[in-house]
């Protein structure tokens, strides 16, 4: 089956540890994205890649890094330094990025991973 | 800076009844607007879509239309049935993947039986 594949499902950290979130995907998708949720609210971007050993900061990058080595991969790291990281994290990802490749900007989304920070 | 306003942020509506849902943008230059639905726990999952060379398009019992001229953009459910419980958010983006897609807040349905 082809998708994205976000885990684990449920995660649990305690204050000042670094936890790291995984996130693939077998769509031969170029971009990919991370966002956070808060209960009651939208997505708010925290970093996005438009091709491999490359990616920008989104609206909420503090406290968050990401590295993208592979094409398949985009793990996100919560660090010690994000005051307030318990919320739901998702991944997506987009047909087109820097390839060549021209889309509207459809992103399909993994089913996420819930953050507690204990 | 661009955002999409996303109203009303709850709605119940009786089973069999019509559902809409209304957003607004503020950059002039977006021409992609998805529709997402969020069930509990689980990721958006994108239900249509429409671009700005097009005013409406219709999928079965969803619809969503585009005002260009206002910068307005609406979901439109009928017939509905419990499982359109959901959370649902719309989006707005230019052309391009390089460019940002901005959500809305999001509208929480409940379908009463």
């Known amino acids: 089956d082809g998708g994205i594949t976000q885990s684990p499902k449920y995660l649990f950290r305690k204050e000042g540890q670094n936890v790291t979130l995984s996130c693939e995907q077998n769509?031969?998708?170029?971009?990919m994205y991370w966002y956070r949720q808060d209960p009651g609210q939208g997505l708010r971007l925290i970093y996005y890649s438009q091709i491999v050993n490359d990616f920008q900061k989104g609206d909420i990058a503090e406290g968050y890094s990401v590295s993208r080595e592979k094409k398949e991969s985009f793990p996100l790291t919560v660090t010690s330094a994000q005051k307030n990281p318990t919320a739901f994290y998702l991944c997506?990802?987009?047909?087109?990025?820097?390839?060549?490749?021209?889309?509207?900007?459809?992103?399909?989304f993994g089913p996420g991973t819930r953050l507690t920070v204990l | 800076g661009e955002n999409v306003e996303q109203h009303p942020s709850t709605l119940s509506v009786q089973e069999g009844d019509s559902a809409v849902i209304k957003c607004t943008y503020s950059?002039?230059?977006?021409?992609?607007f998805p529709w997402y639905k969020q069930e509990l726990g689980k990721g958006p999952q994108l239900i249509i879509d429409?671009?700005?060379?097009?005013g409406e398009k219709k999928d079965q019992r969803i619809a969503v239309t585009l005002n260009k001229t206002a910068k307005h953009f609406s979901l439109h459910i009928t017939e509905t049935q419990p499982e359109d419980s959901a959370v649902y958010f719309c989006a707005a983006s230019r052309r391009s993947s390089a460019s940002k897609i901005i959500f809305g807040s999001g509208t929480r349905l409940s379908i009463r039986p």
């Open positions: 950059d002039s230059a977006s021409n992609y």
């Open positions: 429409i671009r700005s060379n097009v």
């Open positions: 769509l031969n998708h170029d971009a």
């Open positions: 997506a990802s987009n047909p087109s990025g820097t390839s060549g490749k021209r889309s509207y900007n459809e992103q399909f």
